[in-house]
């Protein structure tokens, strides 16, 4: 068995730091920048007027407190040769163009010359044409591109703009390109995955870089709604379905079992977003007469009272995605439960004990249900991360502020630190609930515990 | 220059909104204690104002701290709040700032914050210079005060302060008046910013100071950016305070006990607060919303979608139950040329697909007549508004028309009309950004394909997933057509930031590209004029010149929708969102 745990334990772990590289690494792809906002550029196009320069420095300010002037990595495969500041531009965009170019050119006073002059052309008084052609150059990685724009260029534009003898020595550069090589380059733990995944041990998520507030307060708030719900659902849905399954598979008459098992898929066939709202809709309100539920929204006022008014509030806001939960799954359950115990009444053991004289109340409940409960178990492990990631559309509908909607709005702000922490606690929990699975499954089944795998 | 811009201002837009004002009756007896649950779609992202860059952050920040002057809710009068009045300035004849427009701005003497401390002229200088902290970077007050000159407070008055702004800025008053000023004792006890001076901040660089490494200056950004939103830390000048706020739930306002403005009988919405409490609901679907109000678990709910909005008057019974409220909004929404685009830099083509667009359906079809139309950035019921310009109607003739004259056919017969530009057989093909969040903006882009198809134009979907990323690529200029909306402000319109082609130039604005030297003429003309009347010509001549040029088509200016109980008197208000809480009374009484 202690074996089976320290296997089991290891697989974590690493499947973990896995999962933080992965986002790491698909965070760097995503479009957009969140520090920009940070800084102010999306005042660009307002009323008051927008400052270049100050927003230069305060990107700069906001790139470092968030530590995003630092390497990407452990280590970076460089071409031979690069400066060690073109992996520290604060600017992501801008440090995939300068190392772009640098791969082209193999020579980084080059490099700075061509940034130098698109600056200088950019907020230049030049023909229009120039400066816009500079603007966009600045963002382009292809240098054979960006030089075919401007030798395009009427004559006298080229001659005025005073970059032609540039143009000549890029090309001439590009043209005798040679193969750099590559140097590996190592920056300790000064780089941006470290910092992140330093949180998960010190256990500092750092701040949201959408409202400033604590990373770990938000996860604990949402957390708090999204398991109380899915927690409450599972829970209620598996004292259902249980003795649902065994009435069924054992007890109930055809005719009865077969309007039972209508009705149960009738509700698994409606989706969840729209069970969510016809129970919205038609039992929060007086409009159909039928106001029988208590508003889905949480109200001023809630945490007031007593604590078995509080409690009782806090149910009456979880009645309707809990209901939607279980009356969602509840098909999915009892169906494994019918199932199961149909198998265990057919096996030979209970023949057995039929012929032995045992009463069928003692064959299903002492024996058979025990048995049928056995994959019902293994359920567990697949629920768990649904109790956690919560129903992005169900939160939505009943306006709960689980994880879902935490997860999705900081897909919509960028807010890298809240989506990293709480896509690797999702990923955690969900390792940890098939890593409790397993061990019931372990304890109940001497030959995974030899084996030390499910 | 402001005094004229004033009066004029005031008198038109007394003239235009008397009629749609509609005030409490003197008569009305307002209960000790009510409170008014409004739903929001989201919640603040702060409630200090530097640190506050959302609408709905605009929406409650106004009621807890205010401005030294406002406009009015109803009638856009401009109304002093903080200040005792607020002249027009007056150009200093002496000193540094000799030449500039000088502001002597009185706080009244009544004024204090929650906490009972007075409104001094420190904490006006604190609010300037705050705005220069990185941290206030998302607000744009940096960039607002840039035209502020000095600021100082007066030696024997601790209630004097003394402004100068730039003689040639046409929003100095504004500019001197109108923004949430915050206390310092509270957000900067030790008084950290006193050791600055504000061309110090407003220029670090030629004034040898790096303030990345000063640790005296960071470490109160960050004190400010770490300020927790409980009601401790919010103090304001308002008549309301935060009570509560349960994060992504709801926010709580309550009024300030024994709050300064109630002693100052004015007869303005500004100083009748009614609502004991403001509670915003955060509701973020716009059917829970409805379902909400129908279960009173709100009072007014706004509601973006006009099909909800006309759905819900549908209802059996809903109007027994609820009032439909609607109100102009200062927005509107245009389609986005880059005009620095080798195809769009040509008026004609941009002509063309302004004939392409079929303006009336996006009114009747997508907004189910809740929208007016617009050919300009300024509001319909603006005096400053050309009504000569007539809408540029669907007209696949005239835009045929439009590009063959600027040299479009369809040379290689396959569908697309080309033309040879800079030595290059270039297709009329035309991607057009939408927010993949926005089903309005992509039913608008929808529209256009479908008629440019049809003189041959291409317009080819590019949904974007985030606003933000939108943002930034319209900003960065990486775009051909984009769907967007804009705010033109209230008051008097300086066009510079957005039209004039200076401000492509230095990259501080006007992020469409539009370069035209009539229209800068015309901009810096009316940004010195001297005479109202001209001032008025000179705008509509503004308009006429855009109109020409069609640097963007312009499209409709929707309405703001709110559904309120019945029992409710809701009036709408000109400013955004359309609704004025404190202004608002159950009906009964």
Known sequence: ?454 | MNKRHSLLFCSLLLIFFSGNSCRKSENTTVPDAFRVTVRVQDEPISLLPLLSSTSVGSQVVRHIFWPGAEFDPFDLTYRTLLYTGIDNGSMETEGPWKGAQRFDLQIRPEATWSDGEPITAADYLFTVKAAFLPVSAVSGFASFFGNLLDVQADAQNARLVHVWIKHDYMLARELASNFNLMPRHVYDPEDVLAAYGLSQLKDPQSSGLDLATDAAFQALDQSLQLVDMTPENIVGSGPYTLAQWESKQYLVLKKVEDWWGDKIRQDDAFFHAYPTEIVYQVIPDEQVALTALKDGSVDVAMIARPDNYLAMEQEPGATDRFAFGHASNSVYMYIGMNNQHPILRDPLVRRAMSYSMDVDQVITTLMNGLAERTVGPFMPGSPYYNTDLQPIPLSMEEALKALNEAGWTDSNRDGTVDKMIDGQRVECILPIMVSANSSLGQNVALILKDNAAKIGVNIELDPIADNATLRQRINSGEFVMATLSNSPSVGIYDPYQSWHSQSYRDQTGNVIGFTDPECDAIIDSLRHEENPAELVEEYHQFQAELYREQPVIFLVIPEVLFIYRKDYKVQPAVVKPGIWEPSILPEQL
């Open chain 1, 1 to 454: 068995m202690g074996r089976f745990i320290v296997i089991r334990l290891a697989g974590m772990l690493v499947t973990l730091l896995a999962l933080a590289l992965a986002l790491f690494t698909l965070y760097q792809w995503l479009p957009g920048d969140p520090i920009e906002n940070l800084a102010g550029g999306s005042r660009r196009d307002q009323e008051a007027a927008f400052d270049p320069k100050l927003y230069a420095q305060r990107y700069a300010i906001f790139a470092g407190r968030y530590a995003m002037d630092r390497p990407y990595f452990y280590f970076s495969l460089v071409p031979g040769g690069m400066p060690g500041a073109f992996l520290r531009l604060s600017n992501h965009r801008q440090r995939s163009v300068f190392k772009s170019w640098y791969r082209q050119l193999g020579d980084a006073d080059l490099v700075r010359s061509w940034v130098e002059e698109l600056e200088r052309l950019s907020a230049s008084d030049q023909d229009m044409r120039v400066v816009n052609l500079a603007r966009s150059a600045s963002l382009q990685t292809s240098l054979g591109a960006s030089i075919r724009q401007f030798r395009q260029l009427p004559e006298d534009l080229l001659q005025a703009s005073e970059i032609k003898p540039l143009l000549d020595r890029l090309e001439v550069r590009l043209q005798s390109r040679q193969w750099l090589g590559l140097s590996l380059r190592w920056h300790g733990a000064d780089n941006q995955f470290h910092q992140w995944v330093r949180g998960l041990w010190t256990g500092d998520f750092g701040r949201s870089m959408h409202d400033g507030r604590p990373v770990s307060a938000k996860i604990k708030e949402a957390l708090a709604w999204t398991t109380s719900i899915n927690g409450l659902a599972m829970l209620l849905a598996f004292l259902i379905a249980v003795p649902l399954g065994v009435y069924l598979a054992a007890f109930a008459k055809p005719g009865v079992a077969r309007w039972v098992q209508f009705l149960l898929y009738a509700a698994y066939a409606i989706p969840v977003f729209w069970m969510a709202t016809l129970l919205v809709v038609l039992f929060t309100s007086d409009t159909y007469g039928m106001n029988w539920l208590p508003s889905v929204t949480v109200s001023y006022g809630y945490e007031q009272g007593s604590a078995f008014q509080r409690i009782f509030r806090h149910l009456g806001q979880l009645l309707i995605p809990v209901l939607t939960l279980i009356l969602t799954s509840l098909a999915y359950l009892t169906r494994q439960m019918e199932k199961s115990l149909h198998q265990q009444l057919e096996a030979p053991y209970l023949a057995t004990a039929r012929v032995w004289g045992m009463s069928r109340r003692r064959r299903i409940w002492s024996y058979a249900v025990p048995n049928a409960l056995f994959p019902i178990i293994t359920l567990l492990g697949s629920l768990f991360p649904l109790a956690i990631a919560g129903s992005v559309t169900l939160e939505f509908i009943c306006n709960i502020p689980g994880m879902g909607r935490l997860l999705l709005d900081s897909i919509l702000t960028k807010d890298w630190p809240v989506l990293f922490y709480t896509t690797l606690l999702i990923g955690g929990l969900t390792l940890i609930g098939i890593f409790l699975a397993d061990l019931l499954y372990a304890l109940l089944d001497p030959r995974v515990r030899q084996s030390g795998f499910a």
